[in-house]
């Protein structure tokens, strides 16, 4: 079945850092989706993308539809404590199923 | 605007016994996906009901699993006979027309099979 390879699958963050994640796949997608779990909840959805080459923003998130795409990135800036918990890349087909990268969980440095 | 509701949130079965999952779309939506989680794992599609139909079931596995979306009432997905490789976080999502429209999840329902 369709895979999508999410990166990276963890990452420390300190207060006040920039963070970068991306998502790859040998299919291509109409819409590219990006959501955020926290621990014992469900997905919220963070940003959607429609066309190729776009470029959007949601406060201090910003994530790029790839032109190929087949690749998609989400940017944090200036990180805060809440940030924490797994982000999630979501390719959509036209038929409607969304299929989802393994996640990138971002933890706070000791 | 309530979000999509699921229940239970918690559910633990004995090995056998019958799993039965609800989710109540957001108002309005009347496209139900169904998706299963892993520990440290994405979400993984299993069917796509819309009102009285079953629109794509390419993710469900063949046998002991069952999903429906009646016209009044909430979606079920059924699980016959659990056994422990069931044990996963089950999500349910709804949007408002189907095909390339936003998913919105639920909280999910935990079942755990002893």
């Known amino acids: 079945g369709q895979q999508l390879n999410q990166s990276p699958q963890s990452m420390f963050i300190q207060e006040g850092e920039d963070v970068s994640m991306n998502c790859t796949s040998s299919s291509i997608f109409n819409t590219w989706l990006w959501y955020k779990q926290d621990p014992g909840e469900g997905p919220v959805l963070l940003i959607a993308l429609y066309k190729a080459g776009e470029l959007t923003s949601n406060g201090r998130l910003t994530a790029q539809f790839g032109i190929t795409r087949k690749d998609s990135f989400l940017n944090i800036s200036a990180s805060i404590p809440s940030d924490v918990g797994i982000y999630f890349c979501a390719g959509q087909f036209k038929r409607g199923n969304l299929i989802f990268g393994k996640g990138t969980k971002l933890s706070v440095k000791p | 605007n309530a979000g999509v509701m699921q229940n239970p949130r918690h559910l633990v079965r004995r090995r056998g016994q019958e799993a039965r999952l609800r989710c109540s779309p957001m108002?309005?939506?009347?496209?139900v996906y169904w998706y299963r989680q892993l520990p440290e794992e994405g979400l993984k599609f299993m069917v796509y009901?819309?009102?009285?139909?079953?629109?794509?079931e390419s993710g469900m596995p063949k046998e002991r699993f069952s999903a429906e979306f009646p016209k009044e009432g909430p979606s079920i997905l059924r699980i016959q006979q659990v056994v422990r490789g069931d044990s996963a976080a089950y999500f349910c999502?709804?949007?408002?027309?189907?095909?390339?429209?936003?998913?919105?999840f639920g909280p999910g329902t935990r079942l755990l099979v002893l």
């Open positions: 999502a709804s949007s408002p027309l189907g095909i390339g429209e936003t998913q919105y």
């Open positions: 108002k309005g939506h009347s496209h």
């Open positions: 009901l819309q009102k009285e139909n079953i629109i794509d």
